[in-house]
């Protein structure tokens, strides 16, 4: 069953009189509980599908339905931007329980379900921290954790291991197969990392040049499996995504 189903967006910006299209005639879907990734050019329109996904941009044309409702109705959306969006005031333990305060949750149910997604996220023993206190890596766990906490079906992430060394982007790769296959959350993720589409992604979408639509979809059985990195298939596929992004197959 498709969790999320776009058909025939179009997204324009207007700007000193000026109207830049953004995404033109762009269809996807994808089924629940599965993972996707979505690839292309810089300044394609990646973030501005993001925007619409998560209910931030309501100036759309097309069909976009997430679980049946449009973005904007839909409170099982999380969204982790590329700054991750913590509060550099608020410990690791405050930006965690913002979002279940704002969203009226009593106080005992917020302290438990704080408690139990930084236990699980291994962030327990750094909860009393700022985000200032904490490496690229731990950052990054501490956004996911604050979006986990809300119990979100559909999980959107736009570049998030972009400014990670490479190690530790490998190590929060594996991370987010663990918690997918632990959790059976539907993820769709933005990235520029070939490599990591096909680690990351059973579904990878190549956008084109801006104004972006999908140009090729790939169906990946190789998404979160371990011991495919580095092997013959995985390397075949990230030449072909290679190829696509350039424009020659
Ligand atoms: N608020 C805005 N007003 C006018 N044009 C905009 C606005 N936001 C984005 N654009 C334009 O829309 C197009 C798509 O931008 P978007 O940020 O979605 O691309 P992207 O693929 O996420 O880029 P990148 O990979 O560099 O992060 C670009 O040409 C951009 O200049």
Partial sequence: MDYLSIA?????????????????????????EST?????????????????????????????????????ECDETALILQEYGLLPWKTTWDNVKLGLELRGFSKQETVL??????????????????????SGGQRQRVAIARSLVLEPELLLMDEPFSSLDALTREELQDFLIELWQETKLTILLITHNIEEAVFLGQKIFVMSECPGTIIKEYTNPLAGDYSARGKMEFLELANSLRSSLRGWN
């Fill in 36 to 72: 996707g990734v979505i690839i292309g050019p810089s300044g394609c329109g990646k973030s501005t599908l993001l925007g619409v996904l998560a209910g931030l941009n309501q100036n759309y044309q097309g069909t976009v339905r997430i679980n049946g409702k449009a973005p904007g």
């Fill in 8 to 32: 025939s967006l179009q997204v324009s910006y207007v700007h000193d009189n000026q109207i830049t299209p953004a995404l033109r005639d762009l269809s996807l879907s994808l089924a629940i």
């Fill in 113 to 134: 379900r704080t408690e139990k997604i930084l236990d699980k996220l291994g962030l327990l023993h750094l909860r009393k921290r700022y985000p200032v206190q904490l």
